[in-house]
């Protein structure tokens, strides 16, 4: 049974730092597409950060050069490092999994974030 589950949300201040955790099982993240995604109140998801295989990453444009996507395999998780944070990056956040050769995806449950002074 795969499990994604996120830790590491909270409230921080405008321009803080805050790091999410993914912690995978039922698959190995080393040999997934791994990405981070958003949903704000009343919007529709949307993608953060990805990690492929090969470990090339991708950002949201939105996030680019404040946010960086990071992979451990010996632990099993994938991390997302959160800096020079804005109000409008308030959201809840999901890790996603996506296995090599296979058209499944999986879903965490959700880390809230909230930017705010």
């Known amino acids: 049974q795969v499990q994604l589950v996120e830790s590491g949300g909270g409230l921080v201040q405008p321009g803080g730092s805050l790091r999410l955790s993914c912690a995978a099982s039922?698959?190995?993240?080393?040999?997934?597409?791994m990405g981070w995604y958003r949903q704000a109140p009343g919007k529709e998801r949307q993608l953060v950060a990805r990690?492929?295989?090969?470990?090339?990453?991708n950002y949201g444009d939105s996030v680019k050069g404040r946010f960086a996507i990071s992979r451990d395999n010996a632990k099993n998780t994938v991390d997302l490092q959160m800096n020079s944070l804005k109000i409008e990056d308030t959201a809840v956040y999901y890790c996603?999994?996506?296995?090599?050769?296979?058209?499944?995806?999986?879903w965490g449950q959700g880390t809230q974030v909230t930017v705010s002074s």
């Open positions: 996603y999994a996506e296995p090599f050769g296979t058209q499944y995806n999986y």
């Open positions: 990690i492929r295989l090969s470990g090339s990453t």
């Open positions: 039922g698959l190995t993240v080393g040999r997934c597409t």
